[in-house]
């Protein structure tokens, strides 16, 4: 009865996303709502079965119809607000929804059944390694599409083009994610937004430290030199993305997972056969000292916190997961930052090798928008002022509040910056003994030092940490199979003293 109420409800929803997207998208949760209190309150295994495929039922159908809902609509009907984009959030949803089904019914079968289970094992291991893969080509192609996109911009600005129809005309019989985007800037251009608006409004994708900078850059009439210098920075990620990494960020993830099964299979079907022949053959035989740290350890986290692991297990792929995904993805806002970006903007300026990148990287946007403030004719507190709306950490950012403060207050430039602590190249740049009316042509040169050490301590940092993980993994797995193994060699030792006393 409940399958078939199911089925019903699954075609309503199909309709009704359809026709009222957003009625279904909030009506669903309570729907499962109803379904799954069933199911805990159910008289029989039949009615809890039924329940389940029905709450799979009415959701693949929802989001399923979400999906065409959107589709047929022109991308340019929906609002850029993450609230009103059902075509998104419900491609997403299914993915996750799906994901989750297959791993639940793979965790069944593989409590019931293990020696059916063990391909549901492999699945899991081959989507994370899949997720993986997909989260990096989403950052890469996001970014090559930002890198387009400004250079785009930037070149019909630097051949005085008309920016609305130039970019139009870059567009033509394009249909991609990066002609959209053009189309969507032109579009509030013509309708008199500026251009840091029109980038805001068509183009949110846009990385926030570029967005920034451009709406810093038009405060002073230096759009074309600011296109050029994030230009500049996004070519040199885009070279760095292009190298050949050692190892993958993903491959740890996925040889842990893969080696968290081995040893939960090997040791819910194999070990303890093989403790049970050795204590049939000698009544003071053990494993090897390896064999039984394993043990230990599998029998704390698989039987002895069983339930704490599950918890934090569910808890860390349904929460923890999706939200770092999340926030990788989320645009930045320097005016508001979240809460989220204030805690890791303090983690990172913090933490020792993250520090280093933090504050060359923030040194490096000081020191473009500072340059272009000056050749625009603004004084030194009015270009630290706009330097403050550029996207900083937030520890820094209080540094160059404070360097601003001492300037206002008529201290020494130079003198002001040592004491804020904003960085000895930013002191020595606006130093009236060593570079007296040179400090523009001073700060481009830190600009391009800031942007070479960079990347100099990026391939240090690649080329130190590869082979530090290389190694671990390397003696996590040597010591699973060392472990493993030895435990069987341990019982022939034990055969042949009883055979041949």
Partial sequence: MLLHIGLLLAIIYFVLGLKKPRIALITVPITCGVFVFIMFTGDNDGTTFEAFFAIVAVIVAALSSLLFAAARRASTKWPTTWATRPLTWAK???LIFAFLFLEII???VLVNVPAFGFPFMILFVVTIALIGVAINYGLTSRHATATYVVSTIGACMRQNLPLPMALESAAARQNDERAR??????KWLVQGYSLAESIKRGFPKCPSYASAMIAAAERINQLPQAFASIEADMTAKSEESKKIEP???????????????LVWGMMTLVVPLWSQVLTEITDFGQFPAATRALIRIASFIGLENRPLFLIVLT??????????????????????PYTSSRIGDFLKWHLPV??????NSSVLHVAELLRLSLNAGETVNGAISNALSLDLNNCFRKRLQAWLEKVEAGENISAAARKSRVGSSLAWAFDDKANQGNTPAVLETVESLHRSNYNYKANLVRFIASPCVTLIMGSLVGFVIYAIFSAPVSIIHYLADVVYP
Avoid: H, M, N
């Fill in 92 to 94: 997403w949803l299914l």
């Fill in 106 to 108: 793979g965790f069944i």
């Fill in 181 to 186: 985007a053009l189309l969507l800037i032109s």
């Fill in 247 to 261: 190892v993958s960020p993903f491959y740890p993830i996925v040889l842990v997972t893969a080696v968290g099964f």
């Fill in 315 to 336: 808890f860390t792929i349904v929460i923890v997961v999706p939200y770092c995904v999340y926030i990788r993805f989320r645009q930045r806002r320097p005016s508001d």
């Fill in 354 to 359: 993250l520090r280093s990148f933090e504050k």
